[in-house]
């Protein structure tokens, strides 16, 4: 199966939250699963990054952040980034109009769409807001 790791897991995977770690490296063990990340979770990880240095109150705060932000360019190397897709591209077309969506925020509707695109199971702790979009496959491994 196809796996795609939501901003809220993989920064729980690169803080190390041990019930996250244990199930991506199981996960990478077996050679049918292929766990990637979407092009929308790679710009939030780095804006929330972005942000921080922007917003530090002291030098330290400020060194801290900038560490932050190289260990998180580094560590998203790592990942396979999906981007969108002609099939997402036409799957938020008609996901958009859906009145019931628009509350799930539109960085969670572009994940969504190239999820379902790539016929993969979205691993997220955010299980609550993903659950209307209408054939979306979801998968908690934070808790």
Known sequence: MRYLLDTDVLTLFFRGQAKTVARIRDSEMHAT?????????????????????????????????????????????AWKVVAFSPNALTRFESLRRIKSLRRIGRADLLIACIALAENAALVTRNVKDFRPVPGLKIENWAD
Do not use: F, H, M
């Open 33 to 77: 699963d292929s766990i990637a990340t979407t092009i929308v979770t790679r710009v939030q990880i780095l804006l929330g990054r972005k942000d921080s240095l922007l917003k530090a109150a002291d030098t330290g705060k400020l060194e801290r952040a900038q560490s932050n932000l190289y260990r998180s360019e580094e560590n998203l190397k």
